[in-house]
Protein backbone atom coordinates (compact mmCIF):
# COMPACT_ATOMS: atom_id res chain seq x y z
CA UNK A 1 0.00 0.00 0.00
CA UNK A 2 1.28 3.31 -0.90
CA UNK A 3 2.01 6.65 1.25
CA UNK A 4 0.33 8.27 -1.06
CA UNK A 5 -3.07 6.07 -0.55
CA UNK A 6 -2.12 6.33 3.57
CA UNK A 7 -2.22 9.62 3.49
CA UNK A 8 -5.42 9.86 1.75
CA UNK A 9 -7.84 7.89 4.11
CA UNK A 10 -10.41 9.48 5.46
CA UNK A 11 -12.57 8.23 8.39
CA UNK A 12 -15.62 9.92 10.56
CA UNK A 13 -17.59 8.89 13.62
CA UNK A 14 -20.86 10.58 13.66
CA UNK A 15 -22.67 10.34 17.01
CA UNK A 16 -25.97 12.52 17.69
CA UNK A 17 -26.56 14.43 20.40
CA UNK A 18 -29.36 12.30 21.99
CA UNK A 19 -27.36 11.36 25.57
CA UNK A 20 -23.65 10.69 26.61
CA UNK A 21 -21.49 7.61 24.76
CA UNK A 22 -22.30 4.22 25.83
CA UNK A 23 -20.10 1.34 25.69
CA UNK A 24 -21.24 0.19 21.97
CA UNK A 25 -20.52 3.97 21.04
CA UNK A 26 -17.53 3.83 22.43
CA UNK A 27 -16.70 0.78 20.41
CA UNK A 28 -17.14 1.52 17.33
CA UNK A 29 -15.69 5.41 17.63
CA UNK A 30 -12.67 2.98 19.20
CA UNK A 31 -12.89 0.58 15.56
CA UNK A 32 -13.15 3.44 13.63
CA UNK A 33 -10.26 5.35 15.34
CA UNK A 34 -7.95 2.56 15.13
CA UNK A 35 -8.94 1.95 11.33
CA UNK A 36 -7.93 5.59 10.29
CA UNK A 37 -4.45 5.85 12.91
CA UNK A 38 -3.65 2.36 11.23
CA UNK A 39 -3.46 4.15 7.93
CA UNK A 40 -1.81 7.27 8.82
CA UNK A 41 -5.33 8.88 7.98
CA UNK A 42 -7.50 11.29 9.54
CA UNK A 43 -9.91 10.76 11.58
CA UNK A 44 -13.09 13.45 12.17
CA UNK A 45 -16.04 13.78 13.82
CA UNK A 46 -19.39 14.57 13.00
CA UNK A 47 -21.93 15.57 15.54
CA UNK A 48 -25.62 14.10 14.00
CA UNK A 49 -27.84 16.72 15.39
CA UNK A 50 -30.58 17.54 12.54
CA UNK A 51 -33.59 15.70 15.03
CA UNK A 52 -33.80 18.30 17.30
CA UNK A 53 -36.54 16.71 18.47
CA UNK A 54 -34.15 14.03 19.99
CA UNK A 55 -31.66 16.27 20.86
CA UNK A 56 -30.33 16.46 24.23
CA UNK A 57 -28.97 19.84 25.24
CA UNK A 58 -25.34 19.07 26.72
CA UNK A 59 -25.11 15.56 25.10
CA UNK A 60 -22.63 17.13 22.15
CA UNK A 61 -20.31 19.08 24.21
CA UNK A 62 -20.14 15.50 27.13
CA UNK A 63 -19.77 13.51 23.78
CA UNK A 64 -16.46 15.21 23.05
CA UNK A 65 -15.31 15.06 27.04
CA UNK A 66 -15.61 11.99 26.50
CA UNK A 67 -13.77 11.36 23.59
CA UNK A 68 -10.99 13.33 24.93
CA UNK A 69 -10.95 11.49 28.19
CA UNK A 70 -10.02 8.34 25.82
CA UNK A 71 -7.80 10.17 24.33
CA UNK A 72 -9.29 9.71 20.82
CA UNK A 73 -8.48 12.68 19.62
CA UNK A 74 -9.63 14.01 16.29
CA UNK A 75 -8.38 16.01 13.12
CA UNK A 76 -10.08 19.04 11.74
CA UNK A 77 -12.93 21.05 13.32
CA UNK A 78 -16.20 19.03 14.13
CA UNK A 79 -18.94 19.02 11.94
CA UNK A 80 -22.05 20.12 12.93
CA UNK A 81 -25.18 18.98 10.53
CA UNK A 82 -27.02 22.02 11.74
CA UNK A 83 -24.47 24.26 10.84
CA UNK A 84 -25.11 22.74 6.68
CA UNK A 85 -28.86 23.15 6.39
CA UNK A 86 -27.96 24.85 2.76
CA UNK A 87 -25.87 22.81 1.68
CA UNK A 88 -28.49 20.10 1.81
CA UNK A 89 -31.09 22.20 0.57
CA UNK A 90 -28.90 22.92 -2.74
CA UNK A 91 -28.90 19.06 -3.29
CA UNK A 92 -32.29 18.82 -2.76
CA UNK A 93 -32.81 21.37 -5.16
CA UNK A 94 -30.44 19.51 -7.73
CA UNK A 95 -32.93 16.62 -7.17
CA UNK A 96 -35.94 18.56 -7.89
CA UNK A 97 -34.69 20.27 -11.27
CA UNK A 98 -33.94 16.75 -12.50
CA UNK A 99 -37.49 15.81 -11.27
CA UNK A 100 -36.09 13.03 -9.12
CA UNK A 101 -38.05 13.63 -5.60
CA UNK A 102 -41.83 14.19 -4.76
CA UNK A 103 -43.65 15.79 -2.30
CA UNK A 104 -45.74 12.83 -0.69
CA UNK A 105 -48.53 13.59 2.00
CA UNK A 106 -49.49 10.24 2.78
CA UNK A 107 -49.44 9.50 6.52
CA UNK A 108 -48.21 6.58 8.92
CA UNK A 109 -51.54 5.47 9.28
CA UNK A 110 -52.99 5.99 5.52
CA UNK A 111 -49.91 3.76 4.88
CA UNK A 112 -50.63 1.15 7.40
CA UNK A 113 -53.43 0.40 6.12
CA UNK A 114 -52.38 -0.36 2.45
CA UNK A 115 -49.19 -1.55 3.53
CA UNK A 116 -50.15 -4.65 5.39
CA UNK A 117 -46.80 -7.33 5.90
CA UNK A 118 -44.88 -4.44 3.57
CA UNK A 119 -42.57 -1.55 4.37
CA UNK A 120 -42.44 -0.77 0.60
CA UNK A 121 -44.12 2.67 -0.18
CA UNK A 122 -47.05 1.64 -2.59
CA UNK A 123 -46.38 5.07 -4.54
CA UNK A 124 -49.84 7.08 -4.18
CA UNK A 125 -47.94 10.36 -4.54
CA UNK A 126 -45.34 9.20 -6.99
CA UNK A 127 -47.66 11.27 -9.82
CA UNK A 128 -47.69 14.76 -7.93
CA UNK A 129 -46.23 17.70 -9.84
CA UNK A 130 -47.88 20.65 -7.59
CA UNK A 131 -46.51 21.26 -4.38
CA UNK A 132 -49.58 20.40 -1.55
CA UNK A 133 -51.05 23.26 0.26
CA UNK A 134 -50.65 20.69 3.36
CA UNK A 135 -47.63 19.82 5.05
CA UNK A 136 -45.42 16.87 2.78
CA UNK A 137 -42.49 14.57 2.79
CA UNK A 138 -39.92 14.82 -0.36
CA UNK A 139 -39.77 10.99 -1.44
CA UNK A 140 -36.98 9.72 -4.04
CA UNK A 141 -37.80 8.02 -6.93
CA UNK A 142 -36.39 4.81 -7.19
CA UNK A 143 -35.88 2.13 -9.77
CA UNK A 144 -35.99 -1.46 -9.88
CA UNK A 145 -31.65 -2.19 -10.14
CA UNK A 146 -29.49 -3.62 -8.05
CA UNK A 147 -27.03 -1.99 -5.77
CA UNK A 148 -24.18 -4.51 -5.18
CA UNK A 149 -21.01 -3.50 -2.99
CA UNK A 150 -18.11 -6.00 -0.30
CA UNK A 151 -18.16 -4.44 2.80
CA UNK A 152 -14.88 -5.30 4.27
CA UNK A 153 -16.56 -7.34 6.94
CA UNK A 154 -19.67 -8.69 5.90
CA UNK A 155 -18.78 -9.44 2.70
CA UNK A 156 -20.79 -8.46 -0.49
CA UNK A 157 -24.03 -7.42 -0.28
CA UNK A 158 -27.08 -7.26 -3.27
CA UNK A 159 -30.05 -5.20 -3.00
CA UNK A 160 -32.78 -4.20 -5.02
CA UNK A 161 -33.32 -0.64 -4.19
CA UNK A 162 -36.92 -0.42 -6.00
CA UNK A 163 -38.15 -4.00 -4.28
CA UNK A 164 -36.95 -3.63 -0.87
CA UNK A 165 -37.23 -0.15 -0.19
CA UNK A 166 -39.11 1.36 -2.62
CA UNK A 167 -39.00 5.40 -2.84
CA UNK A 168 -37.63 6.46 0.18
CA UNK A 169 -38.18 9.85 2.37
CA UNK A 170 -35.28 12.68 2.01
CA UNK A 171 -36.69 15.55 3.68
CA UNK A 172 -39.85 14.74 6.47
CA UNK A 173 -43.19 16.35 6.47
CA UNK A 174 -41.36 18.35 9.75
CA UNK A 175 -38.84 20.01 7.44
CA UNK A 176 -35.81 18.00 9.29
CA UNK A 177 -33.32 16.65 6.81
CA UNK A 178 -33.72 12.60 6.65
CA UNK A 179 -30.67 10.91 7.73
CA UNK A 180 -30.33 8.82 4.36
CA UNK A 181 -29.61 11.84 2.57
CA UNK A 182 -27.97 14.32 5.21
CA UNK A 183 -24.83 11.29 5.82
CA UNK A 184 -24.61 11.06 2.00
CA UNK A 185 -23.69 14.96 1.66
CA UNK A 186 -22.02 14.84 4.87
CA UNK A 187 -19.95 12.24 3.85
CA UNK A 188 -19.16 14.08 0.12
CA UNK A 189 -18.43 17.26 2.43
CA UNK A 190 -15.70 15.44 4.50
CA UNK A 191 -14.46 14.11 1.98
CA UNK A 192 -14.54 10.51 3.59
CA UNK A 193 -13.04 7.33 2.00
CA UNK A 194 -14.54 4.81 4.30
CA UNK A 195 -17.14 5.01 6.79
CA UNK A 196 -16.27 2.43 9.75
CA UNK A 197 -20.00 2.05 11.86
CA UNK A 198 -22.13 -0.79 13.63
CA UNK A 199 -23.69 -3.41 11.87
CA UNK A 200 -26.84 -2.52 12.71
CA UNK A 201 -26.98 0.18 9.60
CA UNK A 202 -25.55 -2.08 7.36
CA UNK A 203 -29.08 -2.77 5.95
CA UNK A 204 -29.54 1.47 4.83
CA UNK A 205 -26.31 1.42 3.38
CA UNK A 206 -27.50 0.39 -0.74
CA UNK A 207 -30.28 3.27 -0.23
CA UNK A 208 -27.10 5.67 0.46
CA UNK A 209 -24.94 3.89 -2.57
CA UNK A 210 -27.58 4.43 -4.38
CA UNK A 211 -28.47 8.26 -3.76
CA UNK A 212 -24.75 8.18 -4.00
CA UNK A 213 -25.18 7.31 -7.63
CA UNK A 214 -28.14 9.63 -8.37
CA UNK A 215 -25.97 12.64 -7.23
CA UNK A 216 -23.43 11.85 -9.12
CA UNK A 217 -21.13 11.26 -6.02
CA UNK A 218 -18.83 8.62 -5.37
CA UNK A 219 -19.54 6.24 -2.72
CA UNK A 220 -16.68 5.70 0.22
CA UNK A 221 -15.99 2.09 1.33
CA UNK A 222 -17.63 0.85 4.19
CA UNK A 223 -16.77 -1.45 7.20
CA UNK A 224 -19.62 -2.45 9.68
CA UNK A 225 -18.03 -3.56 12.79
CA UNK A 226 -20.12 -5.65 15.24
CA UNK A 227 -22.83 -4.86 17.50
CA UNK A 228 -22.44 -5.12 21.20
CA UNK A 229 -25.60 -6.59 22.70
CA UNK A 230 -26.87 -7.48 26.01
CA UNK A 231 -27.47 -10.27 28.46
CA UNK A 232 -30.67 -10.35 26.63
CA UNK A 233 -29.51 -10.15 22.82
CA UNK A 234 -30.74 -6.26 22.64
CA UNK A 235 -28.32 -3.89 21.58
CA UNK A 236 -26.67 -1.36 23.74
CA UNK A 237 -28.65 2.05 22.88
CA UNK A 238 -29.95 4.92 24.09
CA UNK A 239 -33.15 3.33 23.45
CA UNK A 240 -32.92 0.26 25.28
CA UNK A 241 -31.32 2.68 28.40
CA UNK A 242 -27.74 1.53 27.87
CA UNK A 243 -25.81 3.16 30.76
CA UNK A 244 -23.02 6.44 29.99
CA UNK A 245 -19.14 5.03 29.56
CA UNK A 246 -17.68 4.73 32.81
CA UNK A 247 -15.16 7.22 32.94
CA UNK A 248 -13.75 6.57 36.62
CA UNK A 249 -10.86 3.86 34.69
CA UNK A 250 -10.54 4.86 31.21
CA UNK A 251 -7.45 2.77 31.17
CA UNK A 252 -8.95 -0.23 31.58
CA UNK A 253 -12.19 0.26 29.88
CA UNK A 254 -9.96 0.39 26.33
CA UNK A 255 -8.36 -2.86 27.19
CA UNK A 256 -11.44 -4.19 27.66
CA UNK A 257 -13.08 -2.78 24.41
CA UNK A 258 -9.74 -4.11 22.91
CA UNK A 259 -10.42 -7.44 23.73
CA UNK A 260 -14.12 -6.89 23.05
CA UNK A 261 -12.81 -6.17 19.56
CA UNK A 262 -10.55 -9.24 19.58
CA UNK A 263 -7.31 -7.78 19.19
CA UNK A 264 -5.77 -9.82 22.14
CA UNK A 265 -3.87 -7.44 24.20
CA UNK A 266 -0.98 -8.58 25.49
CA UNK A 267 -1.05 -9.06 29.46
CA UNK A 268 1.58 -6.63 30.10
CA UNK A 269 -0.57 -3.80 29.01
CA UNK A 270 -2.77 -4.21 32.08
CA UNK A 271 -1.35 -1.53 33.82
CA UNK A 272 -0.78 0.83 30.91
CA UNK A 273 -1.53 4.01 30.35
CA UNK A 274 -4.36 5.12 27.56
CA UNK A 275 -1.84 6.28 25.57
CA UNK A 276 0.73 3.43 25.02
CA UNK A 277 -2.60 1.39 24.89
CA UNK A 278 -3.73 3.10 21.75
CA UNK A 279 -0.10 2.97 20.47
CA UNK A 280 -0.16 -0.69 20.77
CA UNK A 281 -3.53 -0.82 19.15
CA UNK A 282 -2.99 1.41 15.77
CA UNK A 283 0.50 -0.64 15.73
CA UNK A 284 -1.33 -3.94 15.59
CA UNK A 285 -4.96 -3.48 14.65
CA UNK A 286 -6.35 -6.24 12.60
CA UNK A 287 -9.98 -5.15 11.48
CA UNK A 288 -9.93 -8.66 10.16
CA UNK A 289 -10.58 -10.33 13.45
CA UNK A 290 -14.36 -9.26 13.35
CA UNK A 291 -14.95 -10.52 9.77
CA UNK A 292 -18.16 -11.91 9.09
CA UNK A 293 -19.12 -11.15 13.13
CA UNK A 294 -22.61 -9.16 13.43
CA UNK A 295 -23.20 -9.03 16.89
CA UNK A 296 -21.25 -9.48 20.32
CA UNK A 297 -23.10 -10.43 23.72
CA UNK A 298 -21.46 -9.04 26.52
Same mark, same amino acid.
Given at each position: ?????????????????????????????????????????????????????????????????????????????????? =???????????????? =????????????????????????????????????????????????????????????????????????????????????VVIDDYQQ???????????????? =???????????????????????? =????????????????????????????????????????????????????????????????????
Amino acid at each position: MSSQHLSAYRGRFAPSPTGSLHLGSLYTALASFLQARSQQGQWLIRIDDLDTPRNVAGAASEILKTLETFELFWDEQVFYQS =QHLETYQSFIAQLSKQ =QQVYPCICSRKTLAEFQKNSTIYPNFCRSKTSIPSEPYALRLKTESINISFTDFLQGVVCHNIAEQDGDFIIKRKDEIIAYQFAVVIDDYQQRITEVVRGFDLLECTP =QQIYLHQVLGLQPPAYLHVPILTD =QHAQKLSKQSYAQAVDMRNPAATLLYLLTLLRQHPPLELQYASITELLNWAIANWQANALKAIRFHSL
